[in-house]
C-alpha cells in the first residue's frame, strides 16, 4: 500500500535519528522512492522540518505529560502528533486520530492516552513553554545559545532563534546571462522585487518555469555578498575553490559576462555534476569544473588549471549557523568543538589556495557561520601566516539586524 504523508514523515523521523544524516537528504530519498501528490510531499515535509525546528519544545511538553521516559518509536509519535495539535493546530481529530493510526498495537493505547491529554491541557502546555528558557521555548541546544548571548547579547538572541525558526522565503537571482531584469519582471511578474538588490526576487512559490528555462538561480541574497566583493572584472582569471553546487560561480561568471575564466573546483563528486548541470543550464560558458581535494593533494593546484589567479573566491565548508532557517537540523547535529575543527579545516584550504594567488590578486574568504571562530579569526590566522596580504574589508550579515541569512565575507589583496 502507498505511503501517506504522514507515514513518510514518520519514517523520515526515524531515518533521521538514527543515522547521521541530515534532515534533507534523508527527505529527498524518501520522496524519491513514494508517489505522492505535490501536496502530500508538502505536507511530509513541513511535518518532518516543522517536529525537528520544535524537537526540544515537543520533548518538553512530552516530559510534562509523561514522568516515565517513552521510547523512541513512542517518541516520534508524540513528537509529530504534539506539533500537529499544539503548533499548526491542525483540528484535533485529524492530529490526534491519524497520529494513532500510525501507532503500532503496542503503542497505540499510549499514544492516544498522551495525546488525548494534551487536548485537555493545552493551554497549560502553552503557558509552561512561554514560561520556559529561550533555548527550551525555541528548541536549540543550550550550548549554541549560550555563546551566542555572550557574542550577540540576550535581546540578539532570542531573535536569532525565532529566525531560525521561521520557513525561509524563497528567493531567486535573476540569471543576468540569459534575461535582462526588466524582462524577468515582465514575464514572471508575480514575484517582489527584493529591496536591497535590484537582481533579487521574492516568490511565494519556487518559480518552476524561470528556473527549467536558466532564467534565474534559488539563492538567498546573503549568499552574492562574497561575489560583489570580489567584484570580477572582465577577462579575469578567477578561482571558485570550493564550488559547488555553483551559486557564487554562475554569479561570478554573470559578474564577468562570460568573459575570461572562472574555474571552479570542489572535491565532492556529486556535487561537481550539479555544478555542471547548474553552469549548462544558467548558460555560463566561460568555466572549468574540476573535481579536486585542496587538502588530499601534495601540490596546491589540480594538474590541468593554469595559474596564478588573478581573484579567488574561497567560500569555506562552515557550520552553517547563519542559515539554519534553511538547514533546520544543523543545530542538533552540531557539538561544542565542531567551531575550532572547522577553523583548522577553513584555515588549511586558504593556506592550500593563497599560493595560486597573483602579486597583487585579490581574495575573498566566505562561510555562512556567525561564529568568530570561523570567520574573523580564521581571517587573522591567515594574515599572521602570509605577512603578503593585506586586509581590504570585512563584512559580517547578520539575521536579527540585517533580516536576511546570515554571511561573512573579508576582502585581502596580495601585494603586488
Ligand atoms: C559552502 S559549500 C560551497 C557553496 C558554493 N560556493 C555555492 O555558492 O554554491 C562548500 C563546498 O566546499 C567543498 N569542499 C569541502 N572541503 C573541500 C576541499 N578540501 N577541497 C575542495 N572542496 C571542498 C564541499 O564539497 C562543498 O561543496
Redesign the pocket.
Known sequence: MPLSARQLALRALHEWRKSEQFADAVLHDLLASCDLVPSDRAFATELLLGVLRNLRLLDFWIAHLRRPRVDHATCDLLRLGLYQLLILQIPEHAAVNETVALSTKRTRSIVNAILREAQRQRANLVAAANAAPVSIRTSHPDFLVTRWTAHFGSENTEQLCAWNNQPPPTYARVNQLQISVADFRDRYGTGEQFADARNVFRFAKVPRDALAAGHCYMQDPS?MLACELLAPQQGDHVL?A???????SSYLAELMQNTGRVVA????AA?VALIRENFARLGVTNADVIE????AAQTGAPKSVATPFDRILL????SNTGVMRRRVDVRWRLKPDDFLRMQDQQVA?ARAVLSLLKPGGTFVYSTCSVEPEENEQVVAQILAALPRLRLVEQVRRLPFRDHIDGAFAAKLSAVA
Not at 567560500?315 to 562552515?318: F, N, S, Y
Open positions: 549568499t571558485d570550493c564550488a559547488a553546487p555553483g551559486g557564487k573546483v570542489d572535491r565532492n556535487r579536486h581535494d585542496w587538502l567560500d569555506t565548508p562552515c584550504i
